[in-house]
């Protein structure tokens, strides 16, 4: 039995772009709450009385997710951005949330950790297809 023909192409035969992508995508949408200035306003006083952070932190934080999220969905400055993806997410796996990854019921910790290991990931390895970053290898 022969396969589609959809499955050869090149974006299916570089996994790290459909994973880049994807975590793009889904880091977008847990930093678009940026711009929900009453959902921000909540957070920033979580950080400040719980976890004994500046309020400025809530904002930055979830600004970066955001424009990572952007970076890695366009594959532009992928390394960069997940160098920052890593950074941010260390913070809260083991500042924010204990670092208590092994728990059950502590999925938080679980998907902060997930995202530093796909940052990991995307930081080691080159350009990947559908990319600007492989676009501009190329060009220059």
């Avoid at 600004?63 to 969905?73: M, P, T």
């Avoid at 997930?114 to 930081?123: E, K, P, Q, R, S």
Wanted: charged share 15%; hydrophobic share 55%; net charge neutral.
């Amino acid at each position: 039995m022969k396969l589609p023909n959809i499955l050869y192409r090149e974006f299916f035969q570089d996994p790290l772009a459909i994973i880049r992508i994807c975590t793009g995508i889904g880091l977008i949408i847990h930093g678009i709450y940026i711009f929900n200035s009453d959902y921000m306003a909540g957070h920033a006083a979580i950080f400040e009385g719980q976890y004994n952070l500046p309020t400025a932190m809530a904002y930055i934080s979830r600004a970066a997710e955001f424009l990572i999220g952007i970076l890695l969905v366009l594959g532009l400055f992928t390394r960069f951005a997940a160098l920052i993806l890593i950074i941010n997410m260390l913070v809260a796996t083991f500042y924010v949330l204990k670092g208590d990854i092994m728990a059950v019921d502590n999925y938080q910790a679980q998907l902060s950790w997930l995202y530093v290991i796909i940052g990991f990931t995307l930081f080691v390895s080159k350009p990947t297809a559908y990319s600007l970053d492989k676009r501009m290898r190329e060009n220059f």
